[in-house]
Structure formats: C-alpha cells, structure tokens
Nanobody, 127 residues
Framework: QVQLVESGGGLVQAGGSLRLSCVAS????????MGWFRQAPGKEREFVAA????????YYADSVKGRFTISRDNAKNTAYLQMANLKPEDTAVYYC????????????????????WGQGTQVTVSS
C-alpha cells in the first residue's frame, strides 16, 4: 500500500507563498487520485484540492480557488500544492491523501473516500 510523506510547511506572512510536496512510496503512484485537505484547531478536516491519476482533472474548494494550484509529477511520485496570496485563515495542518482508482479522470472531494493519508505539515500564516 502507498505511504505518503508531506513537506514544505512553515511560517509565512499574509500574502506570501508556499509549496507543499507529498512524496508517495511503496505503491504505484499512477494508480492513485490525490487530494489535499487541511485541519485548523477545533475544526473538522476540510477539502482543499484534488487531482486525477493523469493530472488532467483538478478541483478546488471555493475558499482557495484562484490562489492554490494542485499538480503532480508522476515520474517523481510526488503531488504538489502551490499556495499563493496566503491568508491567516489558511493556517492549518495540511494533509495529502491518496485513493486508488481505475479511472484516469476521476477525482474525489470527500475525505471519507480516501484510504491513505500522510502525517500532515503545519502551515501558519501571520497577519
């Protein structure tokens, strides 16, 4: 089964940018649709962005649309979340997730659909 490790989190000022990475191992990366979620203190884990196996299909939460970009490099077994124009309300632990699928275009936005999760990386945006 696939194992996921996130990196790239940190402290950034409002308006700044960060790029999160999620490296997958012990699995065939191209078999999995990928997603990014986040969880702020005292709140439920929420959907941020998702990408299909092929990378051709993406979907974003309204709160990040136009500021965040999800991508993947299948040759490097890595998914990315490029975050720009960060806001204090983006502060959270960010998790990547993987779900095996036979469809090249399918994406998943429901956290209960994802079988595999990383350990999370903290993103803190100061005002």
């Amino acid at each position: 089964q696939v194992q996921l490790v996130e990196s790239g989190g940190g402290l950034v000022q409002a308006g700044g940018s960060l790029r999160l990475s999620c490296v997958a191992s012990q699995g065939t990366f191209t078999s999995y649709a990928m997603g990014w979620f986040r969880q702020a203190p005292g709140k439920e884990r929420e959907f941020v962005a998702a990408i299909s196996r092929s990378g051709a299909s993406t979907y974003y939460a309204d709160s990040v649309k136009g500021r965040f970009t999800i991508s993947r490099d299948n040759a490097k077994n890595t998914a990315y979340l490029q975050m720009a124009n960060l806001k204090p309300e983006d502060t959270a632990v960010y998790y990547c997730a993987a779900q095996r699928t036979y469809s090249n275009s399918r994406i998943f936005t429901d956290k209960s659909t994802y079988a595999y999760w990383g350990q999370g990386t903290q993103v803190t945006v100061s005002s």
